[in-house]
Protein backbone atom coordinates (compact mmCIF):
# COMPACT_ATOMS: atom_id res chain seq x y z
CA UNK A 1 0.00 0.00 0.00
CA UNK A 2 1.34 3.55 -0.92
CA UNK A 3 -0.50 6.38 0.21
CA UNK A 4 0.24 10.04 -1.11
CA UNK A 5 -0.74 13.20 0.76
CA UNK A 6 -1.62 16.37 -0.78
CA UNK A 7 -2.76 20.04 -0.24
CA UNK A 8 -1.06 21.39 2.03
CA UNK A 9 0.49 25.12 1.84
CA UNK A 10 0.41 28.86 3.28
CA UNK A 11 -2.93 30.07 4.67
CA UNK A 12 -3.77 32.73 7.08
CA UNK A 13 -5.04 32.15 10.37
CA UNK A 14 -9.01 31.68 9.75
CA UNK A 15 -8.79 29.89 6.50
CA UNK A 16 -9.58 26.76 5.17
CA UNK A 17 -7.68 23.95 3.21
CA UNK A 18 -8.31 20.62 2.00
CA UNK A 19 -5.78 17.93 2.64
CA UNK A 20 -6.38 14.44 0.51
CA UNK A 21 -4.46 11.55 0.43
CA UNK A 22 -4.58 9.04 -2.59
CA UNK A 23 -4.23 5.03 -1.88
CA UNK A 24 -2.55 3.03 -4.09
CA UNK A 25 -2.13 -0.79 -4.02
CA UNK A 26 -4.89 -2.22 -2.39
CA UNK A 27 -8.92 -0.84 -2.22
CA UNK A 28 -8.38 0.18 1.42
CA UNK A 29 -12.51 -0.01 2.07
CA UNK A 30 -12.30 -1.73 5.12
CA UNK A 31 -8.85 0.11 6.26
CA UNK A 32 -9.06 2.61 9.48
CA UNK A 33 -7.41 5.62 8.00
CA UNK A 34 -6.06 8.72 9.45
CA UNK A 35 -3.59 11.56 10.30
CA UNK A 36 -1.45 12.56 12.50
CA UNK A 37 0.82 15.98 12.17
CA UNK A 38 4.20 17.02 13.83
CA UNK A 39 4.34 20.82 14.54
CA UNK A 40 8.36 22.20 14.29
CA UNK A 41 10.13 20.59 17.83
CA UNK A 42 7.49 18.55 18.86
CA UNK A 43 6.80 15.15 18.77
CA UNK A 44 4.45 13.76 16.32
CA UNK A 45 0.63 13.65 17.33
CA UNK A 46 -2.81 11.62 16.37
CA UNK A 47 -5.16 14.57 14.81
CA UNK A 48 -8.22 12.32 13.04
CA UNK A 49 -9.29 8.83 12.47
CA UNK A 50 -12.28 7.66 10.29
CA UNK A 51 -13.23 3.47 10.64
CA UNK A 52 -14.41 1.82 7.74
CA UNK A 53 -17.81 1.42 9.01
CA UNK A 54 -18.30 5.76 9.47
CA UNK A 55 -17.21 6.52 13.31
CA UNK A 56 -14.46 9.41 13.41
CA UNK A 57 -12.48 10.47 16.30
CA UNK A 58 -10.44 13.56 16.59
CA UNK A 59 -8.16 14.87 18.76
CA UNK A 60 -9.52 17.62 21.43
CA UNK A 61 -7.80 20.44 19.30
CA UNK A 62 -9.45 20.06 16.55
CA UNK A 63 -12.91 19.26 17.29
CA UNK A 64 -15.46 21.56 15.50
CA UNK A 65 -12.85 22.63 13.19
CA UNK A 66 -11.59 19.60 11.29
CA UNK A 67 -13.41 16.82 9.35
CA UNK A 68 -12.36 13.57 8.34
CA UNK A 69 -13.81 11.63 5.19
CA UNK A 70 -13.36 9.35 2.72
CA UNK A 71 -13.83 8.18 -0.88
CA UNK A 72 -14.24 4.84 -1.38
CA UNK A 73 -14.26 4.66 -4.99
CA UNK A 74 -11.64 6.82 -5.06
CA UNK A 75 -9.35 5.31 -2.34
CA UNK A 76 -8.84 8.50 -1.24
CA UNK A 77 -9.03 10.15 2.83
CA UNK A 78 -9.90 13.83 3.12
CA UNK A 79 -9.29 15.96 5.79
CA UNK A 80 -11.20 19.01 5.51
CA UNK A 81 -9.45 21.77 8.05
CA UNK A 82 -11.37 25.32 8.27
CA UNK A 83 -10.80 28.10 11.34
CA UNK A 84 -7.17 27.23 11.00
CA UNK A 85 -4.98 28.62 13.60
CA UNK A 86 -1.12 28.92 13.65
CA UNK A 87 -0.40 26.26 16.00
CA UNK A 88 -1.79 23.94 13.35
CA UNK A 89 0.95 24.55 11.44
CA UNK A 90 3.03 21.20 10.81
CA UNK A 91 3.48 18.66 8.65
CA UNK A 92 0.44 16.35 8.41
CA UNK A 93 0.77 12.37 7.26
CA UNK A 94 -1.85 10.26 6.53
CA UNK A 95 -1.99 6.89 7.95
CA UNK A 96 -3.68 3.21 7.36
CA UNK A 97 -4.01 0.15 8.87
CA UNK A 98 -6.33 -3.05 8.41
CA UNK A 99 -8.59 -3.34 11.07
CA UNK A 100 -9.65 -1.66 14.16
CA UNK A 101 -7.41 -0.71 17.39
CA UNK A 102 -8.38 1.37 20.66
CA UNK A 103 -4.95 2.21 20.09
CA UNK A 104 -5.73 4.51 17.21
CA UNK A 105 -4.39 7.35 18.97
CA UNK A 106 -1.06 5.47 19.02
CA UNK A 107 1.51 5.92 15.76
CA UNK A 108 2.83 2.39 16.19
CA UNK A 109 -0.55 1.11 15.66
CA UNK A 110 -0.15 2.41 11.69
CA UNK A 111 0.95 0.05 9.13
CA UNK A 112 1.21 2.61 6.20
CA UNK A 113 2.13 6.51 5.91
CA UNK A 114 1.96 8.64 3.72
CA UNK A 115 4.96 11.25 3.15
CA UNK A 116 3.73 13.97 4.26
CA UNK A 117 2.13 17.38 3.34
CA UNK A 118 3.45 21.11 4.63
CA UNK A 119 0.35 23.18 6.32
CA UNK A 120 1.85 26.73 7.01
CA UNK A 121 -0.69 28.42 9.06
CA UNK A 122 0.52 32.74 9.06
CA UNK A 123 -1.57 35.03 12.21
Excluded at 65 to 85: A, E, G, P
Excluded at 95 to 122: F, I, K, N, P
Amino acid sequence: VQLQASGGGLVKAGGSLRLACVASGRNLEYYSLGWFRQAPGKEREFVAMRRSGGSTYYTDSVKGRFSISRDNVKNTLYLQMNSLKPEDTAVYYCVARDSWTVAYRTESSYHYWGQGTLVTVSS
